[in-house]
Nanobody
Framework: QVQLVESGGGFVQPGGSLRLSCVAS????????IGWFRQAPGKEREGVAC????????YYADSVKGRFTISRDNAKNTVYLQLNSLRPEDTAVYYC?????????????????WGKGTLVTVSS
């Protein structure tokens, strides 16, 4: 059974940090691009970051460049998203997606597999 399970969300004050995890099972995730996307209440889904399977190239949305870092540990079938310098506008449900073809932060692209998300709330 294919699964992507996100964890690590929570409540944090502005300027704080969190590390999200996306654990893959049921497929060979090492050959898949893994992307993080987010959706805030009342807003459209937004691409955040993506990491390719081959050379580990990374891609970021302009809104998170310099603050968020995506990385992967293939031995653990896990992709991480380090969130630093968090802002209230980063509040959203964060989802990870996996795709064998394209690594993208284009939110209109439909990844093959999706997790159910983890909530990040940034507030004072």
């Amino acid at each position: 059974q294919v699964q992507l399970v996100e964890s690590g969300g929570g409540f944090v004050q502005p300027g704080g940090s969190l590390r999200l995890s996306c654990v893959a099972s049921g497929f060979t995730s090492n050959y898949y691009a893994i992307g993080w996307f987010r959706q805030a209440p009342g807003k459209e889904r937004e691409g955040v970051a993506c990491i390719s399977p081959s050379d580990g190239s990374t891609y970021y949305a302009d809104s998170v460049k310099g603050r968020f870092t995506i990385s992967r540990d293939n031995a653990k079938n896990t992709v991480y998203l380090q969130l630093n310098s968090l802002r209230p506008e980063d509040t959203a449900v964060y989802y990870c997606g996996a795709d064998p073809i394209l690594c993208t932060v284009d939110a209109t692209y439909v990844m093959d597999y999706w997790g159910k998300g983890t909530l990040v709330t940034v507030s004072s």
